[in-house]
């Protein structure tokens, strides 16, 4: 009797939600097909059209609405989480596999490695602009705003392998060990195959906070803009419509990376799952 | 001749608790041991120190005539066969068998060629042809269990620790696999150390038994001698054929809560007045009615049947005393009659006092 209630209460209340999270996206979807250059960000629209998008690569005709400044702003954010991706991941798997064993301090150091995820991004990225003017190190995206994305990131991948970890079952490194096998080529041959899969969730962390990384970025990035601030940038002036295609672009980009981890997980979690069937 | 492993005064702590308190053997080359205890008696700490997975906190492991303390797991050349295989779930049988070939430290001379033959022929040895190309998940328990065993042998160790490798298997493949690993054994020559929780495996497999009893060895022995005389009433115990009454000797009799039993004069071990145990084997006692009383040069008490319990080639019928103590007498089938007791039925269980054993 209850879940005659309770079942179309939470129906609504998940649609709702839905909604709420949705909601603004599919207004900025909309509206990037508003007809230009004279059409706004805004309702009605006045004619469905695709000119926002030609106007982002530069394929519309030239008028008084300059094109959004991101070539090199995007190339530098890619570049930035991929490295970004890479070095955290590493730092996670490694710290990751040292939290295996108890070792003197090991709470501290638990505790300082996941501070970089809880300090506010903004009293980080000031701070690392005050300390780099202090030693006079020259700001740039790949120096001082590298390293908080990494100490931001590599505290989530730490978790994800420190999860995965726990769930490992020791015994069969000690039979590889057993077989005459060293601990190092154990790893490699043995651990990491089998913790695969959360080396890739690490990476996809990783990668997609490190990419649109905004406050750490602001004050510690220097003179060129990555792509969160350059398009945070340009709202500054007069908001177009093109931030906004651009905006359904970058989402179907992370859609199609999103599509390439289901993929490689789905291959992983097959092999995890044969795994689970032995074990019974 | 030299013993292959040496154990002297191990000691292993986990807080207050002793897993290993003070356990010295020594096994030979070309052994079969088994070292019987039960679950927490620390055998599973044992191995682990042998492989070195695990310090002990005190005393020495001399393998071949080297204290190995220091000396890493894969530079050991020990074996060992895991309860749950811990198989390598990302590759194929043969793949899991010359894993330890292609990748140990040593002898990386040895050529592909080589190689492969010596794969070929232990999975010949252990009946695994025709599933080379398997995943994990597609072969059976038996096979599993299979392939771990041919993964260790195939490595050539000194000395294989199996870690209760029947344990995960069913009743009659447990059987098959003891007759198996008995031959491998004689076939390959290999000195291996078995533990297990299960007092039939022991004294199936064991040339030698090694008893293990919270944490110290209670006895070692052939596995006839320990199954006729235990040492102690712990081993007696675990090897689940004895009765076992606590009491006092008094003169030339044994005092127990439920009855006198008069000792055989020959051999009276057991202080006079000091508390010890006496036991009597579940298939020497007879079982009488109660009209023909126990005569004085028999030992025995009264008791009432409660159940029984056939197992194809025996029968273990289930007393129990005034006191409530549960006394079982085994039948062997092709000795006697199967029995026919009544329920609630008073019976004069009977043995000669020589069968029996009094524990200092």
């Not at chain 1, 005709?61 to 490295?83: H, N």
């Not at chain 1, 070792?103 to 690392?128: A, H, N, Q, R, T």
């Not at chain 1, 602001?218 to 007069?238: H, K, N, Q």
């Amino acid at each position: 009797m209850q879940s005659a209630v309770m079942k179309p209460a939470l129906a609504l209340y998940t649609t709702l939600f839905l909604v709420f999270l949705y909601a603004p996206f599919a207004i900025l979807a909309i509206l990037s097909f508003q007809t230009g250059p004279e059409g706004g960000p805004q309702f009605p629209i006045i004619e469905w059209s695709s000119y926002w998008y030609q106007h982002l690569f530069g394929l519309a005709p030239p008028s008084r609405v300059a094109p959004l400044p991101i070539g090199e702003s995007l190339f530098r954010s890619m570049t930035l989480a991929f490295m970004t991706m890479i070095v955290s991941t590493v730092l996670g798997v490694m710290s990751a596999q040292a939290f295996r064993s108890r070792f003197k301090g090991s709470g501290i150091v638990f505790y300082l490695i996941v501070l970089g995820m809880m300090v506010p991004g903004v009293l980080v990225g000031l701070g690392m602009a005050l300390v780099a003017n202090f030693f006079g190190i020259d700001r740039h995206w790949w120096s001082t705003a590298f390293v908080l994305h990494v100490v931001y990131t590599f505290p989530f991948a730490f978790l994800v392998m420190l999860a995965i970890f726990n769930r490992f079952d020791k015994s069969v490194e000690e039979a590889s060990w057993s077989l005459g096998v060293s601990p190092a080529r154990t790893f490699r041959k043995v651990t990491f195959p089998l913790i695969f899969p959360g080396v890739l969730s690490a990476m996809l962390f990783a990668f997609t906070l490190s990419y649109d990384e905004f406050s750490r970025t602001l004050f510690a990035s220097g003179r060129d803009l990555t792509l969160p601030l350059a398009i945070y940038g340009t709202f500054a002036v007069e908001i177009h419509p093109n931030v906004f295609a651009f905006g359904v672009l970058t989402t179907l980009f992370s859609f199609a990376l999103l599509g390439v981890y289901a993929i490689l997980m789905s291959l992983s979690v097959r092999r995890a799952r044969r795994i689970a069937i032995q074990e019974e | 001749m030299q013993p292959l492993l040496t154990l002297n005064g191990i000691e292993r702590r986990y807080g207050d608790v002793a897993a290993l308190d003070g356990v010295s053997f020594s096994v030979a080359p070309g052994a079969y041991v088994a070292l019987l205890g039960p679950s927490g008696s620390g055998k599973t700490t044992l191995l682990r120190v042998i492989a070195g997975f695990e310090q002990p906190d005190a005393g020495h492991v001399v393998f071949d005539g080297r204290r190995i303390r220091d000396i890493p797991t894969h530079r050991r050349g020990i074996g060992i066969v895991f309860q749950n295989f811990a198989l390598f779930p990302h590759l194929t049988v043969e793949k899991n068998v010359s894993f330890g070939l292609l990748n140990r430290e040593s002898e990386t001379n040895m050529d592909r060629r080589a190689i492969d033959a010596k794969v070929r022929d232990m999975i010949a040895l252990v009946g695994l042809k025709g599933l080379e190309s398997r995943d994990m998940h597609q072969i059976s328990g038996g096979q599993r269990q299979r392939v771990a065993l041919a993964r260790t042998l195939v490595t050539e160790p000194r000395l294989v620790l199996l870690d209760e490798p029947l344990g995960a298997l069913d009743a009659n493949l447990r059987a098959r696999m003891r007759d198996e690993l008995r031959s491998l054994h004689d076939r390959l020559g290999v000195t291996f150390l078995h533990v297990t929780g299960s007092e039939a495996e022991a004294l199936a497999m064991g040339d030698t038994i090694i008893v293990l009893d919270r944490g110290r060895i209670a006895q070692v022995d052939l596995a006839e001698s320990i199954y006729n005389h235990p040492a102690s009433p712990q081993v007696a115990r675990l090897l689940n054929c004895y009765n076992l009454f606590e009491g006092a000797v008094e003169g030339r009799e044994f005092v127990s809560s439920v009855g006198r039993f008069p000792l055989d004069g020959a051999r009276a071990p057991g202080r006079p007045g000091k508390a010890s145990a006496y036991a009597i084997r579940h298939d020497r006692i007879a079982v009488r009615p109660v009209d023909r009383p126990i005569s004085p040069d028999e030992a025995g008490l009264a008791a009432t049947f409660v159940a029984s319990e056939y197992s194809g080639s025996s029968v273990l019928s289930f007393f129990a005393t005034a006191g409530g103590q549960v006394i079982e007498v085994e039948d062997h089938l092709s000795l006697r009659e199967p029995p026919n007791y009544a329920q609630k039925q008073g019976y004069a269980l009977a043995w000669e006092p020589r069968d029996a054993l009094v524990f200092a």
